[in-house]
């Protein structure tokens, strides 16, 4: 058993990250968790998909205070479904190694179990390529707006809950460009980090 227990994939929109994480994951064989954990977290929280995918990258407040997970008091929607997200990480973890993507999972598991976190970017010209593929479809003359905003959307939520800074080379373990080294290499990479730690 490796040391590195849980990798967590933070990433620009539209640089590839989700496809990475269950890239490594196969490389590894073990599993990985995106979109699942919102599913999970809205059977438990009783909120339901609709509202949870509304409401999941929202800012909680403009003051970007830290939410309390388990605060008591009347929480907003935002604060209810980051505390079932956050159960649902928990408890992912417990089951066994894993790969996790997004969901400030590198900070919640922080001090709990050994992790690698990694940040996946890359280039806006890769990107927007990306974008306008078969899987996303978004229009060329939309492209750079809807970028921008998945990216303030995904970096203010991380701020305003991890009192740390989305993107910044120091918050992660490993940061890597897929569009200069491309999905599979940085898989590898993945991979072997986690491997090595043995």
């Not at 990250?17 to 490594?24: H, L, R, T």
């Not at 922080?110 to 890359?122: A, C, Q, R």
Request: aromatic share 8%; proline share 3%; charged share 30%.
């Amino acid at each position: 058993m490796s040391k590195i227990k849980i990798v967590t994939i933070g990433r620009l929109y539209c640089s590839g990250g989700s496809d990475i994480g269950k890239m490594v994951a196969e490389k590894l064989g073990i599993p990985c968790y995106d979109r699942e954990i919102i599913e999970i977290a809205a059977k438990k929280s009783g909120i339901s998909m609709d509202e949870i995918k509304k409401h999941e990258e929202s800012i909680l407040h403009p003051l970007k205070t830290p939410i309390r997970v388990f605060g008591k008091g009347d929480e907003d929607i935002t604060e209810k479904i980051f505390a079932a997200e956050t159960q649902v990480v928990y408890e992912l973890a417990d089951k066994g190694p894993c790969v996790i993507v997004g969901r400030c999972a590198d900070f919640i598991l922080k001090n709990k179990v050994k992790t690698l976190n990694v940040f996946i970017y890359s280039s806006n010209d890769k990107r927007r390529q990306t974008a306008m593929s078969e899987k996303h479809n978004i229009p060329a003359d939309e492209v750079d707006q809807i970028l921008k905003r998945y990216d303030k959307k995904r970096g203010d939520y991380y701020n305003a809950n991890t009192n740390k800074k989305w993107g910044t080379k120091s918050s992660y373990d490993l940061c890597l460009d897929s569009g200069s080294l491309g999905y599979e290499l940085c898989a590898d990479i993945i991979a072997h980090a986690v491997e090595a730690s043995k």
